[in-house]
Every structure is written in structure tokens, then in C-alpha cells.
């Protein structure tokens, strides 16, 4: 009698542990984090030269929906592009979170409110750029596909005036959870044995920078953003 009972009981058990054991199956593989003995040989190997130059002008998000925010200004200052004056750094240029916020920027992209809110849209950060000094180009990950990424991705690696910030969904890079939602942040480096890109990931106080795969960065940039009812994708930034 008893083991009669048990036999729906265990039905139901392995009809609900079958599926959850496969969702987890496809999960995405989480990226490989700086630091790591895999990640020291990459770097050794790797198409850097916008590594340095990135990093030394590194900075953490303001706050979680600030990642455009701080994306651009690392690579503003990386390109050397003219900011507007900041009375905390005069007389020196440098452009930071607050200076960024132009009247123009104001208007045309979004008030501060809006971005402590909801971040930035693909478009919204390339006009971003475009209204601070910079030449910036967006390309829709719905308008490319994995091959054509990579060749654009190393092409503005291999130039010393182009800086190349990405815009991906956390879950399908293989950050899940609270941090589901988008993301954007620089590249620094390609890795073309492991085929693997180094991302600088502004939400330092949460993530070192990591490495995913063409393919995976890829996917994750494939994805839709809710506030544009578009893909996310890239976006090459350029001296004008």
C-alpha cells in the first residue's frame, strides 16, 4: 500500500525536477572573470591596445542605471575629447558623471531623472556621444550577426581613435538574477585563439571585467531592450 502511494508522489516529483534540471542545463555559461589563470593567458595574447588606455581612465557607475553614463565617460577621456568645464576639477579637463549633462544633452537625450530611472537606449548613448564631441555609430545586433561583430569589434580595438562599448543583456551573458536586466560597458581586448573579448564592466562594485565568447556577447546584445522595442547592439565611438 505504501509503496502504491509513492509511486504518483515520485510522478510528480520528476515531472516537476525533469524541466527545472533543463533549464538549467541551457542556461548561459557565466563569462570568465579577470584574475583567473585563463584570463592572464588571454591577456598575454591578446588584440589590447585600447586595454591600457581604458583602464587608466576606469570608472565605476554612479549608480546602477548610470552604466551609458559611465561607458561614455571612460571613453571620452580616453579619446582625449574636450569636456565642458567641472568647477571640482578646474583647471583641468576631465570629463565625469555630472559634466556629461550638457543643456544639449538635456534636452535631447534625457534629463538626469529619466536616466537614474531607466538608463540608456542604444540610440540615446550614441546621441549622447555625438552631442559631447564624439563621432559615435550605433549598429542594432538585429541588423548584424556574429561574423560581421567581430570583424567591426576588432577593427575598433586595432584603432587608436575608436573605442567600442557594448550594450547586453545580463541574463544571456550569464548574469542572472538581480542583475537580469541590460548593461552597457567598454571592450578592452580579443583574444583570437579563445575568441573571447575582454569586457571593462563598470558596475565595479559588483563585477571585475570578464571575458565571453564572440558568440555569447553576441547573444546577449541580441536581445530586446524594453524601452526602445529594439535589439541592443554596439556602438563604435570615434574622434570626429
Known sequence: MRATRLIPILAVFLAVSGPVAADEAVKPEAPIYFLTPDSDDWLQTAEKGDFLPLMSRFVSEYQATFCGIASSVMALNTLGITPPTAPRWYPYDYWDQDNI???????????????????????????????????AEKTFASDTDVAAFRKAAREALADPDAIL????????????????????????????????????????????????????????????????????????????
Open 101 to 135: 549633462f550638457s543643456t544639449q544633452v538635456l534636452k535631447d537625450v534625457a534629463p538626469v531623472s529619466a536616466v537614474e530611472g531607466g538608463g540608456l537606449t542604444l540610440a540615446q548613448l550614441e546621441t549622447l556621444l555625438d552631442l559631447s564631441g564624439a563621432k
Open 165 to 240: 562599448i557594448v550594450n547586453f543583456g545580463r541574463a544571456e551573458f550569464g548574469q542572472a538574477g538581480l542583475d537580469g536586466g541590460g548593461h552597457i560597458s567598454p571592450v578592452a581586448a580579443y583574444n583570437a585563439e579563445a575568441d573571447r573579448f575582454l569586457i571593462l564592466d563598470v558596475a565595479r562594485y559588483k563585477y571585475l571585467p570578464s571575458w565571453a565568447t564572440a558568440e555569447r556577447l553576441y547573444a546577449a546584445m541580441n536581445t530586446p531592450d524594453s524601452s526602445s522595442g529594439k535589439t541592443r547592439g554596439f556602438v563604435v565611438v570615434r574622434k570626429p
